[in-house]
T-cell receptor
Framework: AQKITQTQPGMFVQEKEAVTLDCTYDTSDQSYGLFWYKQPSSGEMIFLIYQGSYDEQNATEGRYSLNFQKARKSANLVISASQLGDSAMYFCAMRGRYNFNKFYFGSGTKLNVKP | DTGVSQNPRHKITKRGQNVTFRCDPISEHNRLYWYRQTLGQGPEFLTYFQNEAQLEKSRLLSDRFSAERPKGSFSTLEIQRTEQGDSAMYLC???????????????????FGEGSRLTVL
């Protein structure tokens, strides 16, 4: 079975500072993909960043980077230079890399950016 | 707007009534998913279509739930004899199978709609 764990229900960060959102996963698959999504109060899930299990480099997309530690089964999201608009729920998700049928989501982290 | 569209955005109904949600995916996407999300939780998988074929259903999808995707385009999710426990946000997502995704990677990321919030009184 695949499982995603996000242990931080809520986080606060000062505007312009960096913040790390934790994600650990459990899978017996050798090949898998890890995703982070942002969900603002409007409800839409917005894709942020992807990391493949065989990717040697940590993924980066603008202010988002993924700190992938395969041996520890962790895929933490780092947001640099936080902005007020970053305040939202953040979900870590996983699926088998060649099974597009099902994504497993964590319970999410509520990020609040303080001015 | 070429994103995933869901309607209605909000639905309030009385217990025992039937409700239907519609999802219009991104036009070139052949895969369509329904997820359910309750307050404080991440989305839970309900069902998945590839084109018009419903290939997988979660155990969460009781007999009162039915989903269709005629002609492999839009999809509907119907809940019959609603119960208070059905109150949730119902999210639709689509994706393009094969080598696709942002930055030329085969990520297969899901593109979500804004969801349909159901409240059962």
């Amino acid at each position: 079975a695949q499982k995603i764990t996000q242990t931080q229900p809520g986080m606060f960060v000062q505007e312009k500072e960096a913040v790390t959102l934790d994600c650990t996963y459990d899978t017996s698959d050798q090949s898998y993909g890890l995703f982070w999504y942002k969900q603002p109060s409007s409800g839409e899930m917005i894709f942020l960043i992807y990391q493949g299990s065989y990717d040697e480099q940590n993924a980066t997309e603008g202010r988002y980077s993924l700190n992938f530690q395969k041996a520890r089964k962790s895929a933490n999201l780092v947001i640099s230079a936080s902005q007020l608009g970053d305040s939202a729920m953040y979900f870590c998700a996983m699926r088998g890399r060649y099974n597009f049928n099902k994504f497993y989501f964590g319970s999410g982290t509520k990020l609040n950016v303080k001015p | 707007d070429t994103g995933v569209s869901q309607n209605p955005r909000h639905k309030i109904t009385k217990r025992g009534q039937n409700v239907t949600f519609r999802c219009d995916p991104i036009s070139e996407h052949n895969r369509l998913y329904w997820y359910r999300q309750t307050l404080g939780q991440g989305p839970e998988f309900l069902t998945y279509f590839q084109n018009e074929a419903q290939l997988e259903k979660s155990r969460l999808l009781s007999d009162r739930f039915s989903a269709e995707r005629p002609k492999g385009s839009f999809s509907t999710l119907e809940i019959q004899r609603t119960e208070q426990g059905d109150s949730a946000m119902y999210l639709c997502a689509s994706s393009l199978g094969g080598t696709s995704g942002t930055s030329g990677k085969n990520t297969g990321e899901l593109f979500f709609g804004e969801g349909s919030r159901l409240t059962v009184l």
